[in-house]
Nanobody, 120 residues
């Protein structure tokens, strides 16, 4: 079992930056793929980014590629999402996830989410 707690969300102006963190507790953090997903008001949850167990492979949604960077620190059981050049359309609840695959259907554990609001 893995528990995930997100932090770092908040209100930011368009063009600004935020860093989200996801602290994991439980067993075998370093063996899991970690990911970030988001759900905007009135929309379905969507993929943002994933990172494999050692950070050698990362995937990004086209809408965030070049602006967001995912990373992880296995010694701290934490993964991060650095978000830059934020746009109003990035406004959403961001969820951290852990699993065995690089896509949403590979995720097995979910955090409760952190709200990011980008003002234009």
């Amino acid at each position: 079992q893995v528990q995930l707690v997100e932090s770092g969300g908040g209100l930011v102006q368009a063009g600004g930056s935020l860093r989200l963190s996801c602290a994991a507790s439980g067993r075998s953090f370093s063996s899991y793929v970690m990911g970030w997903f988001r759900q905007a008001p009135g929309k379905e949850r969507e993929f943002v980014s994933t990172i494999n167990w050692n950070g050698a492979r990362t995937d990004y949604a086209g809408s965030v590629k070049g602006r967001f960077t995912i990373s992880r620190d296995n010694a701290k059981n934490t993964n991060y999402l650095q978000m830059s050049s934020l746009k109003s359309e990035d406004t959403a609840v961001y969820y951290c996830a852990a699993g065995i695959g690089m896509k949403e259907n590979g995720m097995r554990y979910w955090g409760k989410g952190t709200l990011v609001t980008v003002s234009s």
